[in-house]
């Protein structure tokens, strides 16, 4: 139920007339009004862990972006890779990743969040003792 989290939304210049907007609330869907309309889902609705590599899909997509979730068990490594044209915001949602750029391996912890230029070269591992969970947000 988003109710409690709207209640705490302030009118800012990305929903206009949100003092007065109507909110109907659906399963997957919020709707403001009668224009405005956003796509929700949640964490449980990814990729789970896989024991034997690591887990990476899309959990939701927009227009010109794609919210990617990842999961690493302790051990587990993704390889370099890039992202094109498009930006990259990495968010880690539990466990602490290692992740590398190329400047070396730095941790990333637990509510770390990071903006990578899609040009950049990335590779995440997990060598910690607990399952790593991150957020990627793809745009184009």
Do not use: W
């Not at 709207?6 to 224009?35: D, N, W, Y």
């Not at 956003?38 to 690591?54: G, I």
Request: proline residues 8%; hydrophobic residues 35%; glycine residues 12%.
């Amino acid at each position: 139920d988003l109710r409690p989290y709207l209640a705490r939304v302030e009118p800012c210049m990305c929903l206009p007339r949100m003092q007065s907007a109507q909110f109907e609330i659906s399963p997957g869907k919020l709707r403001i009004g009668k224009t405005r309309s956003m796509d929700t889902t949640h964490l449980d609705h990814a990729k789970p862990y896989d024991p034997e590599n690591f887990a990476a899909g899309p959990i939701l997509k927009g227009g010109r972006t794609t919210g990617v979730v990842i999961r690493l068990l302790p051990g587990q490594q993704m390889p370099g890779h890039n992202h094109g044209e498009g930006d990259l915001m990495l968010y880690a949602v539990e466990g602490t990743a290692t992740l590398d750029v190329g400047a070396g391996p730095v941790d990333f912890p637990t509510g770390s969040l990071a903006h990578l230029d899609g040009h950049e070269t990335i590779s995440l591992s997990n060598n910690g003792e607990t399952g790593v969970t991150l957020l990627a947000v793809l745009a184009r």
